[in-house]
């Protein structure tokens, strides 16, 4: 088709106005970031490797689709002060009780077959029924936006579909116990999520709403970040603080060094869990501030990608194997900002200013002689200088002080945290327990 740039139905009456595009729209940009925040909550309490890393890209392009949302609703004649406000309390109580999921198993049924399926099919009804030429901007970002979350519940769908089986099969080879007993009396944590949202009229607010108005479940209290960093205990191995390889290392340093390199970066999630926690805890900063702060954290887990990927392409099995989560627990009790400065600016600035990174990509292109992992670690490096910049473009205004004076904390902070790591390194190699 030629005519109208090859927009179909191009003569049809929409059906939004500016105005209720508008507010139709700040709905799809207040649940995507609640989805952002409630996620990076959540992380650092979930269990399951594949779920965790899932989560980290999912908040990550929940943050890109929120910020597309910021840049048009603007345009259709909306103060930009409305980005700041919350466009329904029933949403805004909706995120309140998602942040309190209690398992993996919540968490991914509430948003894979719950939140995320109303957003995918109010995009697709949207993108259908707006009028196609005077609303080709919004419709452009709904496109993207219905890729990523086609691309997100296939995931999530195989997901639950695994976690599910592994549960059956536990059932049919153990008795059930008295807490499992008692969530089965319980109404399931993804039918009250998705009743807060029906009283919200759905995602659009299009729908009608009960008249009975929703309360409070598990959001009376308010919710606490876990002060420890879990992995799955069935199947990963202990959480540690100290530092350690794969089994039955090789006997040449070079092959040695290798593998440490390799299980260092695959423990960078213990970073997302710091950077999640600080996303969660620290409020009324700029939109920019939790954008950029998504992308870090989806940066670190592909990090920790970068790890794995090299260990199985290399025939290691790493996840029997104690899981270094030091980043996170050693920092959990301290604010933001000085968790946000001790990692951007003592950790990752510091490893440009001893030109860390890029002497691990050379030893990697030029003594281990590994392409796989060069380019990790090529690409690893230039991550951290977009780190680096991130830490001295918000930590001073987290801590309220100059670049300098935030330096110095980061180096105290340092000092504490190695010398946590230091203990538990020689606790293990003594054969003792390896987490403080």
């Given at each position: ?226 002060g420890r960093s879990v992995r799955d205990p069935r199947k990963m191995g ?199």
């Open positions: 088709m030629l005519k109208f740039s090859g927009i179909a139905n191009p003569y049809a009456l929409g059906k939004y106005g500016v105005e209720q595009n508008a507010r139709v729209l700040q709905r799809y940009r207040f649940l995507h970031e609640g989805l952002l925040k409630a996620a990076a909550g959540q992380l650092p309490g979930r269990e399951d490797w594949d779920l965790r890393v899932a989560m980290c890209r999912h908040m990550y392009e929940d943050a890109e689709i929120a910020n597309q949302w910021r840049e048009r609703i603007p345009e259709l004649r909306t103060s930009s002060a409305v980005l700041s406000k919350e466009p329904d309390p029933v949403l805004s109580l909706l995120m309140d009780e998602l942040v309190h999921a209690g398992s993996d198993l919540e968490w991914a049924s509430a948003v894979y077959e719950v939140v995320k399926p109303a957003l995918l099919a109010a995009y697709r009804e949207h993108m259908a029924a707006t009028q196609q030429i005077v609303d080709q901007p919004t419709i452009r970002v709904l496109r993207g936006a219905i890729l990523d979350l086609e691309a997100q519940l296939e995931w999530g769908e195989a997901f639950l579909a695994e976690l599910r089986a592994s549960a059956a099969a536990q059932d049919a080879t153990a008795d059930a116990t008295a807490e499992a007993a008692a969530a089965q009396d319980a109404p399931p944590f993804a039918d009250a999520i998705a009743a807060f949202l029906a009283a919200a009229g759905g995602v659009a607010g299009e729908l009608s709403r009960p008249t009975d108005l929703p309360r409070r479940g598990r959001s009376r209290t308010t919710y606490a970040v876990p202990e959480t540690t603080w100290a530092r350690t390889s794969v089994a039955n290392p090789p006997d040449d340093p070079a092959g040695r060094e290798l593998l440490m390199k390799m299980r260092v970066r695959q423990e960078e999630m213990t970073a997302c869990d710091l950077v999640a926690a600080v996303l969660y805890g620290q409020k009324n900063m700029p939109w920019a501030f939790y954008r950029d702060l998504a992308r870090h954290i989806w940066d670190e887990a592909r990090h920790a990608m970068f790890g794995q990927a090299a260990l199985e392409a290399d025939g290691h099995e790493w996840m029997s194997r104690p899981q270094y989560t030091s980043d996170y627990d050693i920092n959990a009790d301290k604010i933001p900002a000085v968790q946000y400065a001790w990692l951007s600016i003592g950790i990752e600035e510091g490893a440009m200013i001893s030109l860390g990174k890029k002497k691990e990509y050379e030893w990697c292109r030029d003594e281990a002689k590994h392409p796989l992992m060069a380019q990790f670690q090529d690409y690893d490096w230039a991550d951290e200088i977009v780190h680096a910049n991130l830490g001295r473009k918000w930590t001073p205004d987290l801590m309220g002080e100059e670049l300098p004076f935030v330096r110095e904390a980061a180096q105290k902070e340092l000092r504490h945290f190695f010398a946590e790591v230091d203990k538990a390194n020689k606790a293990f190699a003594r054969g003792e327990a390896s987490k403080a």
